[in-house]
């Protein structure tokens, strides 16, 4: 039982970064229909940018952290406003080239950053280092940090969205955003103000888990991890986003403790071929049909 109740820690803590990730990829097609291939590259561009305050110009942990989200949620409306916008009315395929496109290139820019380069760096927390005992079982403050900030970025967004003009106003857009548009809401720059959002929570997510993998240019590469949780959490639906990184981080603990090696590295994708065998929109998904 004390194996079992630290697997189900720790999964749940690398399943909150997924989740965190995933949340990303949700907001931006709910509100317009793009899938973000570049959203691990936005997350690895995030921990470069916190580490960039933190150590390379010493600014601290708690002055780094609000000032490295800022920067991301700037840069995620610079994305879609030169990227994104000049392709509206596009087939999707030209989105999907343009995410992807840009997560290599944003790879291969922090590889030519001076002080980035491709080596790896190490970005702490206040409370990294440390452990806590509870009835013999060993949890990390990294993945305690996780938990906590996950479930209160969860409850700001539920405020948010709920009870705020402004989330209200995303709500409606990402519904139909002709109706939205015809109602007087500014679609464009909801739009802009989502992709900027997404790429502040990839920014905490790169920031709680930079103390556990480091930074490097290719820690990016977890968005392939993420983006199984948002497909089987449901891809339309915040909290299934949630529920499908807490899955997928479970899936991977449990396999790679009673599996034989190399199980880890496929189990999520397993999982979503099963979900997709039992309910193809997802766990929180809805089926949508259209009339041709």
Not at 55 to 78: H, K
Not at 105 to 120: K, L
Not at 222 to 240: E, Y
């Amino acid at each position: 039982m004390t194996d079992v109740a630290q697997l189900l820690i720790s999964g749940a803590a690398i399943g909150c970064i997924y989740a965190l990730i995933a949340l990303g990829f949700v907001l931006i097609y709910k509100a317009t229909e793009v899938v973000n291939f570049a959203q691990g590259d936005v997350m690895m561009l995030g921990a470069f940018v916190a580490f960039t305050f933190s150590s390379l110009m010493g600014l601290g942990f708690w002055l780094s952290l609000p000032l490295s989200l800022i920067v991301m949620a700037l840069f995620g409306a610079l994305f879609d406003r030169l990227l994104l916008r000049p392709i509206i009315g596009m087939p999707t395929f030209s989105a999907v080239m343009v995410t992807l496109a840009a997560g290599f290139a944003m790879r291969g820019i922090a590889s030519m950053v001076p002080g980035w380069g491709t080596d790896t760096h190490s970005l702490k927390a206040p409370w990294s280092d440390e452990v806590i005992r509870v009835a013999g079982i060993v949890v990390s403050t990294d993945h305690l940090a996780i938990l906590l900030i996950t479930a209160l970025l969860c409850a700001l967004l539920y405020v948010f969205f709920k009870g705020t003009r402004i989330g209200i106003a995303m709500q409606a857009a990402s519904q139909n955003q002709l109706a939205a548009y015809y109602m007087g809401i500014p679609v464009r720059r909801i739009n802009s103000l989502i992709w900027s959002i997404a790429a502040a929570v990839a920014g905490l997510a790169a920031v709680l888990l930079a103390p556990i993998t480091f930074v490097h240019n290719n820690m990016g590469f977890i968005g392939i991890k993420a983006f199984p949780a948002a497909v089987v959490g449901g891809f339309g639906s915040i909290p299934g986003a949630i529920v499908g990184g807490l899955v997928i981080g479970w899936v991977e603990a449990f396999a790679g403790f009673y599996l034989p090696e190399g199980f880890k590295d496929i189990a999520a994708y397993i999982v979503v071929l099963l979900v997709l065998m039992v309910k193809p929109s997802g766990i929180f998904g809805q089926m949508r049909r259209k009339k041709v």
